[in-house]
């Protein structure tokens, strides 16, 4: 029996409590930490492993816990379209996603890989506030604005000295992949609970990438043993880990907001690039990585509520 339960009710107000806006806010900030170590780790181990092989071994790592955990759990399975959607997004984002950021980190520095990956929030905001009739908020739209202006600095005058135009290319259709599977994803969550979308899409996202299973268990043998060791790190903190959070958030907000706030995940991930891989950010990249945060910043500022004046 499942204990994330399926409401008609609105989200929204249970978020405007204090304590459940907390943990939201709380499990936020982790997704965000989690998700800006992978380009690191991807960009470390990638000298050993080719990218569908890390992308294998990163899902497979990933199902294993996850399913251990539904297993304990038992939740629900989803029919029908919600079957399908959960079957999409596994595709897109879990397979097709891992599978193109590693590509594109063979080519770009992590912190300019994270950074142009993350124009995903952009395009999630703007089809959700469409498809999803989310609206556009000005708090949304001025932080995704500002935000946006930081991800120009980057890629036109942040880029690091280690990358080249495909990965670029490659970045950019990460993006697309990343925007796709989490609107797929919030499609899902109507009726899927946070755990069963997530264990559900791993496991899919894996079987996708069985072709790459014979490099994978060659690469595996031949890596040293820190690749390993970061190939599990992939598998159970940016995968399994962030993503069941990502999908408890998303089911209890709204997509375009709470896809904004992973716009902060390039200024962690362009400092610790700095701090782990000794990449160097540019000063372009340094200022437009503080706008990625002030327009996070701003897109989670909630309006005021006019109060009646009495002239």
């Known amino acids: 029996m499942t204990t994330d339960t399926h409401s008609s009710a609105q989200p929204a107000p249970s978020i405007g409590v204090p304590t459940g806006r907390g943990l939201v806010t709380a499990a936020s900030i982790l997704v965000v930490l989690f998700w800006a170590s992978a380009f690191v780790v991807i960009r470390w181990v990638g000298d050993d492993?080719?990218?569908?092989?890390?992308a294998l071994g990163r899902q497979t790592v990933a199902s294993v816990i996850l399913v251990a955990i539904a297993i304990w759990r038992r939740p629900a399975l989803p029919r029908g379209r919600s079957l399908v959607l959960v079957i999409v997004y596994g595709v897109l984002w879990f397979a097709g996603y891992s599978f193109v950021l590693n590509l594109a980190s063979q080519h770009l520095d992590a912190g300019t890989t994270s950074m142009i990956v993350n124009i995903a929030p952009l395009l999630v905001a703007v089809v959700a506030g469409v498809v999803f009739k989310e609206g556009f908020p000005a708090p949304l739209l001025i932080g995704i604005t500002v935000s946006f202006i930081g991800v120009i600095l980057i890629a036109g005058g942040g880029i690091g000295p280690h990358s080249r135009p495909v990965g670029l290319v490659l970045a950019l259709l990460a993006a697309v992949l990343y925007a796709s599977g989490v609107l797929t994803q919030k499609a899902a969550l109507r009726d899927v609970d946070a755990l069963t979308a997530t264990w559900l899409g791993s496991v899919?996202?894996?079987i996708a990438l069985l072709?790459?299973?014979?490099?994978?268990?060659?690469?595996?043998?031949?890596?040293?043993t820190w690749s390993v060791v970061g190939v599990v790190y992939l598998g159970v903190v940016p995968s399994a880990a962030a993503f069941l959070l990502w999908a408890w958030v998303l089911k209890?907000?709204?997509a375009g907001g709470t896809a904004a706030v992973t716009l902060a995940v390039p200024a962690v991930a362009v400092l610790l690039s700095w701090v782990i891989l000794a990449e160097l950010p540019m000063p372009w990249g340094v200022v437009g990585g503080v706008l990625c945060l002030a327009g996070v910043a701003w897109s989670r500022r909630r309006p005021r509520r006019r109060q009646a004046s009495v002239r």
């Open 211 to 224: 072709p790459f299973l014979p490099s994978l268990v060659q690469e595996v043998s031949e890596a040293p």
């Open 49 to 54: 492993l080719t990218p569908g092989a890390l």
């Open 204 to 206: 899919i996202g894996t």
């Open 252 to 254: 209890r907000g709204t």
